[in-house]
């Protein structure tokens, strides 16, 4: 399977400030990359897809990058609402749609 | 809108099984691959497989391969997971989820296993 590895684990930043989070694939996956939120208690969201195309409803302060096997997910100007865990996952494999492990984001 | 609609929380003993139903609306149901994730407690989320609504086809993982079961009962546009021998570690919140690039999820179903 195709491992997902996201940095860092858990961070904590101040409302207005840029937050970014890395995912790397042990293997290349081209642009089979998708981001998703999870607030607590709830059912993920998914932000982007295809590593860089805001789904639709998505506040614009969301934006993804990466191609290979390095990949971005930056928050340009965190929010107290973006309280929450957030996974990458490779779509590359059709056989294990594997996540990255999770980055907790709390607010300072 | 599309929706899912999963079935209520389920307690079982070790070594039973477990079948999640997840009801779909708002969509052409054979357009989408409907996945199934889990998430045990305080921990990330796992993906466990997938089930072509058009030809029933399956893809499970690796680790659930002999356990699982992926159904659909597309006159109710209905997905069914089914996982047997149960463990303790099988205990986890299991979602559906379905539409382009897995986009809609269902409000998950909480399994616990316990004796």
Known sequence: DIQMTQS???????VGARVTITC????SISTYLNWYQQKPGKAPKLLIHSA???QSGVPSRFSG????????????TLQPEDLATYYCQQTYSTLAWT???GTKVEIK | QVQ???SGAEVKNPGASVKVSCKTSGYTFTAYYIHWVRQAPGQGLEWMGRINPRSGDTDYAQKFRGRVTMTLDTS???AYLELTSL???DAAVYYCATHTNMDVWGQGTTVTVSS
């Open chain 1, 8 to 14: 860092p684990s858990s961070l904590s930043a101040s």
């Open chain 1, 24 to 27: 790397r694939a042990s293997q």
């Open chain 1, 52 to 54: 860089s195309s805001l």
């Open chain 1, 65 to 76: 990058s990466g191609s290979g096997t390095d990949f971005t997910l930056t928050v340009s």
């Open chain 1, 99 to 101: 996540f990255g492990q």
């Open chain 2, 4 to 6: 899912l609609v999963q």
């Open chain 2, 76 to 78: 109710i546009r209905t």
């Open chain 2, 87 to 89: 463990k303790s570690d």
